[in-house]
């Protein structure tokens, strides 16, 4: 007798991971500052993709009204729309 089972308790202490190297913090702010000390050029770099991302996106599927701004799904919609456009220039 007197053995003693060692049990391995998995300790529910939130852990935190820099998604850019792995480092490893009990804290979210620890990982926040060491990415701003360490990792400022991927940050802005990745931010400058995601933006041109949405940008391409936009502009891919938007067509959108040089006149008043409407958007439509569908190129051909947005020329139909032009044209009425220009008939109602000389109704107005
Ligand atoms: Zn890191
Ligand atoms: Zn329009």
Do not use: W
């Not at 852990?15 to 990415?35: M, P, V």
């Amino acid at each position: 007798m007197g053995e003693e089972k060692r049990e391995v308790i998995f300790r529910d202490t939130r852990r935190y991971y820099c998604e850019f190297c792995g480092l490893c913090r009990s804290k979210k702010s620890l990982i926040a500052s060491h990415i701003q000390s360490h990792h400022q050029d991927e940050m802005d770099s990745l931010k400058d993709e995601a933006n041109e991302n949405a940008k391409r996106k936009e502009g891919s599927k938007m067509n959108v009204c040089e006149e008043c701004g409407v958007s439509f799904q569908k190129p051909a919609h947005l020329k139909q729309h032009m044209q009425s456009h220009s008939l109602e220039i000389e109704v107005v």
